[in-house]
């Protein structure tokens, strides 16, 4: 029996150390012949203060912009990586990139889903115990939920 892994699943929250996150999604994917699918999560934006101000179609366009944006900076951040690292082959190995909105951690394992992800390569804080446990953490409830392995790589650190 061998061990495959033929689709990875990439989350990236967009920080600055997210392309140490895809090194390691890029590397592991080229390593297994894998499709990899980049991701990332924007938070809903409901609630806003001037909501009361505007039409529901000029709100629908606002978060159509802002969802946009969320995916072109993506792809725009894996671009300039590529470019960087060329003996990398991200284009060998990318197969989808997308921004979604909604709650991260549930957002990211729906799709991993979606694109039938064997294994999930997102990064860490590394939250202390009690800020764990005031704030939770996306990868820690990613974690806990995803039926695959999730691959936590350290950042800020």
């Not at 009361?52 to 946009?68: L, V």
């Not at 979606?114 to 294994?119: E, I, S």
């Not at 999930?120 to 800020?131: D, K, N, P, Q």
């Amino acid at each position: 029996m061998s061990y495959e892994i033929n689709s990875i699943l990439y989350a990236s929250d967009l920080s600055p150390r997210s392309p140490a996150v895809f090194r390691h999604a890029v590397g592991l994917a080229a390593k297994f012949g894998a499709k990899l699918h980049a991701m990332t999560v924007s938070l809903p934006a409901t609630g806003l203060p001037y909501m009361e101000f505007i039409s529901e179609e000029k709100f629908d366009q606002i978060k159509a912009a802002g969802h946009n944006k969320d995916e072109e900076l993506l792809r725009s951040r894996i671009a300039v990586f590529a470019e960087a690292h060329p003996e990398m082959g991200v284009s060998d190995v990318l197969t989808s990139v997308r921004a979604v909105e909604g709650d991260p951690a549930k957002r990211i394992l729906d799709v991993a889903k979606h694109v039938l992800a064997d294994v999930i390569v997102m990064g860490s804080r590394g939250h202390t115990a009690i800020g764990e446990i005031i704030l939770g953490s996306v990868a820690h409830k990613v974690t806990m939920k995803a039926d695959i392995p999730v691959i936590l790589v350290p950042i800020d650190r």
